[in-house]
């Protein structure tokens, strides 16, 4: 018997994948921007985008 959140963790997996990609392809996005079009908390996409190494913040955003 397969525990019954393997669907929700399939789910996450993808679902922080298009997040990484949705970055890759908007780099000057701020990570509330992100946040906003995925309908998540700026702080989950921080932790998706820290485990990637895809890293934008307000701060760095502003330096440019």
């Known amino acids: 018997m397969t525990p019954r959140y393997d669907s929700l963790r399939n789910h996450n997996i ?3 994948e298009s997040i990484r990609e949705y970055a890759r392809q908007h780099p000057d996005y701020a ?3 992100i946040a906003r079009y995925f309908g998540l908390s700026r702080s ?3 932790q998706i985008l820290g485990a ?3 890293k934008k913040t307000k ?3 502003e330096e440019k």
């Open 44 to 46: 989950r996409i921080t």
């Open 52 to 54: 990637s190494k895809v």
């Open 59 to 61: 701060k760095e955003k």
């Open 31 to 33: 990570h509330q921007e």
């Open 14 to 16: 993808d679902r922080d």
